[in-house]
Structures are given as C-alpha cells and as structure tokens.
C-alpha cells in the first residue's frame, strides 16, 4: 500500500491514512438533495471523491463507496422549521414528490456519466430508510439524549455535551456563540435549548411527505438520514466521511453528535471536505447572477461564458486544483484548461501505439532514465499529499514530453531501456484514464473517416494540389483538429 496522508477536518491537520479494518475502506459520501438541477459546486465535491475512491482502489484498497440521495427531510434554509425542499417543488410543478425526486435524480446520474464519474457502491435514500430513523429516534429517546415536544423530537445538546462530548468541535463553533446567533430565531418555544435539533418534525395537514410514528404523523431531520445509512452500510466507525465545506455545520456536526450519541463511539475517523467555487473573484450564487449549471458551460449558453466548453475540459479545469482551495471560474481559466487538456489527450491517443523497438546502437540515456522514474514516483507523491491533483497534472506533462520524443523520432525508445519504456506508458496511461478519470472525447467522425481524409490529404500534398491540401485543413481546423506533417509520418491531433 502507498503512504497516504489526507487532511482531517477534524483534528485540523494532514494524517497518514489507516483504515480501520486493514486493506478495506469505508467512505460515504453526502450526496444531493434532488428537488433541483445538479449544481457546479456538487460536480466539484463529487469529482474529489470519485478521484480518492479510484486512487484508492489504484493503491489495492477494497472500497465500499456510499453516496445517499436525499428525498425527504431537507427543508428550506437548511434548518428546523420551513418547508420541505421536494415538496415545495413538487407543488410549485404540481407534481407527485416522488416524481420530482426521480427526474432530478436522473439529472444527478446524467450529470456524473457525463464528466466520467464511476458509480458508488451503494446509493441509499431517505426514503428507503424510515424504519432504521424511527427505531434510531426511539433510541437516542431511550438513552436520553432526544426529547419528544409537541409531536417533534429534538436532540438535546445539552444532555450530549453532559456525556463528555463536544458539540461544535468539526466546525469550530463556541457553544455560546452558537446560542447567541439563534435567539432571535423563530419556531424555538417547543425546544429546551435553542441549538437542540429536530431528529424527527411533526408533519403539519398540508406537508406532502409524512409517515406515520410513535410520536404522530411526520418525517425525519434532514441530519438523521446519514447517520443511520452510513452506520447500516459502513457499521458504527467508519474511514472516510465527505462532503462540500458546507455541510460541515449543522449537516456533519449533527451527524457527530446523532452517531456518538447511538454507539457510544466517533462515526468517522478521517473527514473531508472540499472548498466552494468562485467566478471572477466573487462568490457562485444564483443572487449575484453568476452560476453556472453544468449544462450551460457544455453549451455556452450563459452570458458570461465566451464558448462552450466540454465536459472533460471542465473536469481538467477542476482537477487542475487542490480539492481543499478555492476553485475560480473565469474564461481565461477555462480556455487555459481547453488547451492542457487537448495536449495531454493527444499524448494520451499517441502513447497508446507507441511500440518498443530495440536498437543495440543507441546507448541507454541514464538522466531521461531518471527524470521518468522521478515523474512518476512524483505523481504518487503529489496524491498522496491529501490528493494534490494540482502537482500530479503537472508531473503528467513532464511524462508528456518523453511520450512525444519518442512520437516524434526525438528519443529512441532503446534510450530509455525496455523496462522504462512500459512503464511510461503504462503509467501515462493509467494515471490519466484510472486515476484522474480523463478520457478522450471523440471527434464528431468516426476514426476510419478521418484516416480516410488524412489518407486523400497525403494523394493531394504528393501530386502538389495545394488547393485541396488547404481545404482538408480547414475541414480539420473546423473540427478542432490540426493535421501534424511530420518528416517520417501524418497523423492528426486536437487543436491546442
């Protein structure tokens, strides 16, 4: 196994990963609550996980990957009181909520295939899970650590903090803080303490989504959901919890609390969390105007985009980052990202026909030797330092450059040696496609009509017919390709 260290969110620092149970992760993943379109800053926390669950598997770990889908118990503002986010929808559309739970939630999978997302292992819902949230309610009752008010139950962080826990200790909120940001709150009469949350809410006669209970008609906290999936699937510890540096409070606090307080043990070992995205410098809010949904950049129908971009240049472009910093959009950023992609993704077709041919003339260049071995012992740095995919592109790009010597005729593969020569491009081709998730996106003609082309484009450059020679040029620029005239071959390649 690789030295993997990841950030902690809760204890604040860089750990060397051990599960659990040796050879075998447990991670879940917070996934969408599907009342709406996939959004840009879910693609992002999506992306880092998919990358950690493949290098995961790459390193020889056995993964089990939860991702759940919440379909009830999310309601608007994220708190307490309000109405549930699907339900509101649903009678905005005038449509059953299961109905707007399945179209978003195809929208969701549509979104992940199209930028190359592998499935989890398992996908759970809420709604899938009302008996194991009643019998955790009765629980968390029984032990005393939730109270029944009105039909509602809350948990009682009080009681919690009495037990020797921290509540606030991922976030890094001061109890009295938190308590002097909610008093001006509304719909906290029924609790005994203003930070107590609801585990279960009663439904009022018009809330579309209610299930019967020992406490009445109603439906479970928008926290309880993960706690009970990820224990069912993962047991009651767990390696990996993550999610958008937004869930990190209340979502991620309260499942700390709801978890210790079931088992008697921390959930999680290690929690992760990505960063938000910007645009321009500014933060990506629908109020400001500026966000993007993933169909818009694909398009390049949105007034602050200049074109459209594909989905596995914005997948490049969100790579191109430490999943911990900030991400900002900008068009500049993009079309950086558009060429890096395309020169990484010529490499990547080329490598693939790259054959070993001996020559027992050439002498073995010791330094190039070297500078691959260390290119690529430095990608498996760079991720394993908290999945550095920033510094893993960029050791990517110094293995490019050998991939094309020997393309071009610059560096005979006998330079290297045999052994070396595999493992380039074995390993260029592993760390972009397994790893990264890049793939190569097709041109809109298939392979053989334009071999076909390239193969008219050789008759007409030998009989000098240089009118037609431009023209099969300009068909190639206008399909963002570029045909490459070397010395000792014709092929083609996407435009940089």
């Known amino acids: 196994m690789q030295t993997l260290k990841i950030y902690n969110s809760l204890t604040r620092q860089k750990e060397v990963f051990e599960p659990i149970v040796a050879n075998h992760v447990g991670m879940y993943v917070c996934g969408p609550t599907v009342y709406n379109f996939v959004h840009l800053g879910n693609v992002r926390t999506f992306m880092t996980f998919d990358v950690l669950y493949r290098y995961l598997i790459h390193i020889g770990y056995k993964v089990r990957y939860v991702r759940n889908i919440t379909d009830v118990g999310h309601l608007v503002g994220d708190g307490d009181e309000g109405e549930d986010k699907i339900g509101k929808m649903a009678k905005l559309e005038q449509l059953e909520p299961m109905e707007i739970v399945q179209r978003y939630t195809n929208d969701f999978h549509d979104v992940l295939k199209l930028f190359n997302f592998l499935p989890p292992s398992i996908e759970p819902s ?249 290119s690529i012992e430095g990608f498996y740095e760079a991720l394993n330092d908290d999945l550095n995919t920033a510094v893993a592109i960029a050791q990517l790009f110094t293995l490019l450059k050998y991939v094309n010597m020997i393309y071009m005729n610059q560096l005979q593969p006998s330079a290297i040696g045999e052994d070396t020569f595999e493992k380039l491009k074995a390993k260029f081709v592993d760390f972009i496609e397994n790893i990264l998730g890049l793939e190569e996106e097709k041109p809109t003609n298939d392979e053989a009509v334009i071999q076909g082309m390239l193969e008219l484009y050789r008759d007409h450059k030998a009989k000098q017919e240089y009118d037609k020679v431009d023209q099969i040029r300009t068909y190639f620029k206008a399909n963002s390709m570029s045909i490459k005239d070397m010395k000792h071959k014709i092929d083609w390649a996407w435009e940089e």
């Open 126 to 374: 809420a709604t899938g899970h009302m008996v194991e949230q009643i019998e955790a309610v009765k629980d968390l009752i029984n032990k005393g650590l939730a109270y029944e008010a009105n039909g509602s139950v809350y948990f009682d962080i009080n009681k919690y903090n009495e037990a020797g826990n921290n509540y606030g200790k991922l976030s890094g909120r001061i109890l009295e803080d938190l308590l002097n940001e909610t008093r001006e709150l509304d719909g906290q009469a029924e609790k005994r303490n203003p930070l107590d949350f609801a585990i279960w809410k009663k439904a009022a006669p018009e809330h579309i989504m209610q299930w019967p209970s020992p406490w009445g008609m109603g439906f479970p906290g928008w926290h309880l959901e993960c706690t009970c999936m990820s224990a069912k699937y993962l047991g009651k510890q767990f390696d990996i919890h993550g999610g958008g540096m937004d869930l990190k409070f209340p979502h991620h606090e309260c499942e700390i609390a709801q978890g210790t307080g079931l088992t008697g043990v921390e959930p999680v070992k290690y929690w992760m969390h990505s960063n938000m995205l910007t645009v321009n410098g500014q933060k990506m809010s629908k109020s400001l105007g500026n966000s993007f949904l993933p169909a818009e950049l694909i398009t390049g129908n949105h007034p602050l985009l200049e074109q459209a971009y594909s989905p596995m240049t914005v997948r490049f472009f969100m790579l191109q980052s430490q999943y911990r910093s900030t991400l900002d959009f900008s068009n500049d950023a993009l079309k950086a990202a558009q060429k890096g992609y395309r020169r990484l993704i010529n490499g990547l077709r080329v490598s693939k026909n790259l054959e070993f041919v001996a020559n027992d003339e050439v002498a073995i260049d010791e330094k190039k030797k070297a500078e691959i071995e260390k």
